[in-house]
């Protein structure tokens, strides 16, 4: 049986998991500065290309990688695959630090190490979250545990930066950053072979001493109707026959998502939602470290803990809409949630990359503040996710969840794509354009912009019902 201390070990690990992943990954984006001011080949004249095609091959890696270890999970215990991918992850990270200390200069040498390290790091998020959608599917509060535990991501980021700005200190070389929290990853990896649970490839979620165990036997006649697994198979083999060849019937049911309500609107909002949210996350820190404040010139010290002013920020808001989505998702609100979340952010970022302060007070005010309105709408736009899915109701159990993982998978693959584009967009205005920084907010704010209003419709629609209709826990079953 499944008790609740259970269940707060495993949540507390899977935390933990993905806290250790973004830990490590935060020193890729820390150091720009750094390698842009003396590391060749970066302090070249074309610099910023080469560090933005560093994060695209990365996040081009991971997204790929995305969809190879979600094929895994159905084959192998999820725990292997963590552990897996937090050594590979830990060593990848340990290695693009030691270029520092062998000297290594080559181009060639930091894009395999990226693109490797990508490809690890997806190992994390596919496994942890069927751990997590094991223990906690039956759960009153699924949404705020699901949406709280994106919080890690920011939670790591200021750890991350922590760990980076003392390594900076102590030993005064960029290589030691990555080796510290290659470390940390590696270290939490440990910890998971000891304690993290495999989960039973074919158990049924048991939350709670009420729940019966099914034998497969049982689970068979339940899923055929009452017959049995042996007498399932013995049906006559024309209805096989009938059947369209697999690819086919794969092409079908890629069609069939499409054209759920929905798909394609949230799919490119959720592009452009990520689009905004990598371009800073991957470029804000050297951004940081562009500025003069109250007359000093921001080290690369004083950049990580303004990243971690702006990783703060981000788990405060997406613990903010964490606890909103529990509260409203059953009025149906999501989309007119997320379009006063963006508006906020984009008020805040015209505030924040228009002021000039003199006050490093305030100024760590404002980064606050982009940290929560920027991430509150993220989180929220990955909460919705489960809004539009849970729709996905056919009578073929079989073809349910066929439609389930391809629409999961349209949805995430068209982020995945925002993600790439990010970082690769905000290196190229950097590299060839002469408005900067300031045209890269633009783009932030326009992505987030767009974002919003792609959900227009859906906004109208939730407005019209609230209006027409009691608040009831069916109104959400039509909207995004």
């Given at each position: 049986?499944?008790?609740r201390?259970?269940q707060?070990?495993?949540y507390?690990?899977a935390f933990?998991?993905?806290?250790g ?19 060749a ?9 080469l ?17 190879v270890?979600g ?9 292997h ?9 830990g060593?990848t ?7 520092n200390?062998?000297?290594?200069h ?19 998020y ?17 949404d ?14 200021v750890?991350?930066?922590?760990i ?9 070389t ?5 080796i ?9 990896g440990?910890?998971?072979?000891v ?17 019966p ?6 689970r ?31 092409k079908?049911?890629?069609?069939e ?8 609107e ?6 452009f939602v ?6 800073l ?9 562009s ?7 921001i080290t ?6 303004f ?6 920020g ?5 613990l903010?809409?964490g606890a ?18 963006a ?5 805040v970022?015209?505030w ?11 100024f ?7 940290g929560?309105?920027q991430n509150?709408?993220y ?26 993982g391809m629409?999961t ?17 905000g290196a190229?205005?950097?590299q060839?354009?002469t408005?900067g ?5 633009l ?8 974002a919003?209003s792609?959900?227009s ?10 209006c ?5 826990p069916?109104?959400?079953e039509?909207?995004?």
């Amino acid at each position: 049986m499944v008790t609740r201390s259970y269940q707060v070990q495993v949540y507390s690990l899977a935390f933990l998991t993905y806290f250790g992943f973004y830990v490590s990954r935060e020193p890729y984006s820390l150091v720009k500065m750094t390698l842009l001011k003396t590391w060749a080949p970066f302090n070249g004249h074309d610099g910023w290309l080469l560090l933005g095609i560093l994060d695209t091959a990365s996040l081009a890696a991971y997204a790929m990688g995305i969809f190879v270890v979600g094929y895994l999970c159905e084959k192998f215990d999820c725990k292997h695959l963590v552990v897996f991918g937090c050594f590979a992850a830990g060593v990848t990270t340990i290695l693009y630090g030691m270029a520092n200390f062998w000297n290594i200069h080559s181009f060639w040498y930091f894009l395999i190490i990226r693109i490797v390290n990508g490809f690890s790091e997806s190992f994390g998020y596919p496994p942890l979250i069927k751990i997590l959608d094991y223990y906690f599917c039956h759960e009153v509060a699924r949404d705020f545990i699901m949406t709280a535990f994106g919080s890690c991501k920011f939670l790591g980021i200021v750890v991350g930066c922590v760990i980076s700005s003392f390594a900076m200190t102590t030993f005064e070389t960029w290589g030691t950053c990555f080796i510290v929290c290659g470390l940390v990853i590696i270290l939490v990896g440990m910890i998971d072979i000891v304690f993290m649970p495999n989960l039973p490839p074919d158990a049924l979620p048991l939350l709670d001493e009420t729940t019966p165990i099914l034998s497969n036997k049982e689970r068979g006649e339940q899923s055929s109707g009452g017959k049995s697994e042996v007498e399932t198979m013995e049906q006559p083999l024309s209805n096989i026959s009938d059947q369209d060849p697999e690819e086919a019937n794969n092409k079908e049911t890629f069609l069939e998502a499409l054209k759920l309500p929905g798909i394609i609107e949230y799919s490119v909002h959720l592009f452009f939602v990520k689009l905004s949210v990598y371009v800073l996350y991957y470029w804000i820190p050297t951004w940081f470290e562009s500025l003069t404040i109250q007359g000093v010139k921001i080290t690369y010290v004083l950049s990580c803990w303004f990243t971690a002013v702006w990783g703060l920020g981000g788990c405060i808001g997406t613990l903010t809409i964490g606890a909103a989505v529990f509260v409203t998702k059953v009025y149906g609100l999501f989309s007119t949630a997320f379009s006063i979340s963006a508006s906020l952010f984009i008020l805040v970022l015209y505030w924040y990359s228009g002021s000039s302060t003199s006050l490093i007070l305030i100024f760590l005010l404002m980064v606050l503040c982009v940290g929560i309105t920027q991430n509150g709408p993220y989180s929220l736009a990955s909460a919705c996710m489960p809004a539009v899915i849970n729709r996905i109701q056919t009578v073929d159990t079989a073809r349910n969840d066929k439609l389930v993982g391809m629409a999961t998978g349209i949805i995430d693959g068209t982020g995945s794509i925002g993600a790439i584009f990010g970082p690769l967009s905000g290196a190229i205005i950097l590299q060839y354009t002469t408005w900067g920084w300031s045209l890269v907010f633009l783009l932030v704010a326009l992505s987030m912009f767009i974002a919003a209003s792609i959900l227009s419709r859906q906004v109208c629609m939730e407005t019209m019902k609230c209006c027409s209709e009691d608040p009831s826990p069916q109104a959400n079953e039509d909207d995004l």
